[in-house]
């Protein structure tokens, strides 16, 4: 885990949208069908073991910890941790340096990686095909999500749910490369938002995960700030929209999603999908691509084999705020008319 870690990881609470996030999200054509879920706490940092089985366990990389004078590792594991009692998870990852978990030494330096807890998709809630299954939210709708030049075929959305955009395809070697080094991308990606999106995008943090069978789960939060001053209208002021970009890949298919909110918790529900995310050992590698699962604007850029999210939100809430002042300009020139103005 990079960044400002933990800090944005929060549990995802239910979004009630308040009057301008109902106005930019209900803007949605096409036809749905439903998806289910029943999961009410996607991610949690500690469970009982009552619970255990119902969550997969990931483990995140917090980094490296200096053990200063008057250290425990009960205070260590409360404050890197959440909870004094997961101290036993910091004896187990240096075990080549803790033979008793009550002598610890001052300049000590202790690798720290922490445990999410994320549901495990059961039952009917999620999407399925022959080849791959993921969980969803519940209540959120499966559709077409389109606003100008922005469009996804593949999206989650609902009236009390994170607005999610997904891209399941099959794994190419642009996509392996640039997981692979995941390192640099990262650089790549914080030098292109500050080259093209300075001005609106804030808080970018990572998040990297390991699944217990082995998987990479890469995901990136940020805050997009929206001037609705810029299409007219002056009195609204900014909206600020959390989105999380998370990416995995299994033997032959590489899933992406993007998720998108008015209200902070949406790292959760993608963490969710991409820790449920699974490539049915029965499908022998067939491809995904059939499927014809398409998002749009797709232009290249520096991260090469990923979905470009900077670039989407653009697209959509360009296009969405312009069709705002359309209808407003229309309401207005209708009253005119009516009232002879």
């Known amino acids: 885990m990079a960044g400002k870690g933990c800090e944005y990881m929060g549990i995802y609470r239910a979004i009630a949208g308040i009057t301008i996030g109902c106005t930019l999200f209900g803007l949605v054509e096409g036809t749905f069908i439903t998806a289910y879920a029943s999961e009410e706490k996607l991610v949690q940092y500690d469970v009982t073991s009552d619970e255990r089985d119902e969550y997969s366990v990931l483990t995140g990389e917090i980094g490296t910890y200096k053990v200063c004078e008057g250290d ?97 395809r099959d794994k190419e070697q642009a996509g392996e490369k640039t997981l692979a080094d995941w390192e640099n991308s990262r650089q790549k990606i914080e030098s292109y938002v500050q080259k093209n999106y300075a001005d609106r995008i804030s808080d970018l943090t990572f998040y ?42 299994t033997e032959h298919i590489q899933a992406e999603f993007t998720g998108f909110d008015t209200k902070e918790g949406v790292q959760d529900v993608v963490l969710y999908m991409l820790a449920s995310f699974e490539e049915f050992a029965e499908a022998n590698g067939a491809s995904v691509n059939g499927y014809n699962v398409q998002i749009a604007p797709c232009d290249p850029w520096e991260v090469a084999g990923i979905h470009n999210s900077f670039a989407w939100m653009e697209e959509y809430f360009n296009g969405v705020l312009d069709k705002i002042s359309q209808k407003t300009a229309e309401r207005k020139n209708a009253r005119e008319r009516i009232l002879g103005e």
């Open 72 to 168: 425990t590792l009960w205070r260590i594991s409360e404050t890197l941790l959440g909870n004094g009692k997961n101290y036993t998870q910091l004896v187990a990852q240096n075990a080549s340096l803790i033979s008793n978990p009550n002598l610890i030494y001052p300049n000590m330096q202790l690798q720290v990686k922490q445990n999410v807890y994320v549901k495990k998709r059961m039952g009917v809630n999620g999407m399925k095909t022959p080849e791959y299954q993921f969980g969803t939210q519940d209540l959120a709708r499966f559709g077409i999500l389109e606003t100008g030049k922005a469009f996804a075929n593949c999206a989650l959305f609902g009236k009390e749910v994170a607005n999610v955009i997904c891209l399941i």
């Open 208 to 249: 990297d995960y390991l699944t217990e069978d082995g998987r990479e789960l890469h995901l990136f939060s940020y805050i997009y700030t929206i001037d609705e001053k810029q299409h007219g209208h002056k009195s609204w002021g900014e909206l600020k929209i959390y989105v999380c970009e998370g990416v995995c890949q």
